[in-house]
């Protein structure tokens, strides 16, 4: 039996492409013999394509699979779009706030406490403009750090952005965001609302956060993050255990 892997069909075309290649012409070509050589193929040589196969154990090499060879130098493999690649698989960003929204509403914990509280309806009588800055802290804090804060100099941790939310969706977002916050020890956060025709979703933002007594002060973030469209949230220290 031969050792040859490829059908005598198969066979008799790798040979008429060797003989091709080896012209460096097509044959086909109606000018045949007329036509001007191409440039020269760069193949592997046969030591080099026999050492290849030894280094994949194989048993069998002979000539027809040193030319299959030869004639595949060079072809790269067509990538897989169905398979999700590991390096991708590692640069999983933040969550976005559809995950937040139905990680609060799953866990049931201190995140839906604090959406548990909100009015919408306050929020909602309070309308702002798409282009309006906010602007809010609480008397106890000193008027420095909240000019740190409206600057920009405070650094923020976390984001989530609610653009495309229901009202629903953005408040469960935002509280599961601080929570997150409080748990990290983080006292700065970002929250990018958009502005929108109507900017429901920043006059809801602007009307929860004023309810909640964790928030110190917040305002809109400067050009380079977002500008009136997100919220730089400044938040209380959480309380070391036994405070």
Not at 161 to 189: F, P, W
Request: aromatic share 4%; hydrophobic share 35%.
């Amino acid at each position: 039996m031969s050792n040859s892997l490829f059908s005598k069909e198969m066979q008799d075309q790798l040979k008429e492409l060797k003989g091709q290649l080896s012209k460096g012409r097509d044959t086909n070509s109606p000018e045949g013999e007329n036509q001007k050589p191409t440039e020269p193929v760069s193949l592997p040589t046969q030591k080099q394509v026999k050492k290849t196969v030894k280094q994949l154990d194989s048993e069998h090499i002979d000539d027809d699979k040193v030319l299959f060879m030869q004639a595949m130098h060079g072809v790269n493999q067509l990538e897989d779009k169905n398979v999700r690649s590991p390096a991708s698989a590692t640069r999983a960003g933040k969550p976005d706030a559809a995950t937040l929204s139905k990680r609060a509403a799953a866990q049931g914990s201190e995140a839906s406490d604090l959406g548990a509280g909100l009015s919408d309806m306050q929020a909602l009588l309070n309308p702002v403009a798409a282009e309006a800055y906010l602007s809010y802290k609480q008397p106890t804090l000193q008027n420095k750090i909240f000019d740190q804060l409206k600057k920009g100099k405070l650094r923020w941790y976390d984001a989530v952005d609610i653009h495309g939310c229901t009202i629903e969706e953005a408040r469960e977002a935002m509280t599961q965001l601080l929570s997150q916050a409080k748990q990290k020890n983080e006292t700065m956060v970002k929250i990018v609302h958009g502005k929108g025709s109507e900017a429901i979703l920043k006059t809801c933002i602007n009307g929860w956060l004023r309810q909640l007594p964790e928030v110190l002060a917040f305002c809109s973030a400067p050009p380079k993050d977002g500008g009136n469209g997100a919220v730089l949230v400044l938040l209380k220290k959480p309380k070391a255990d036994g405070e």
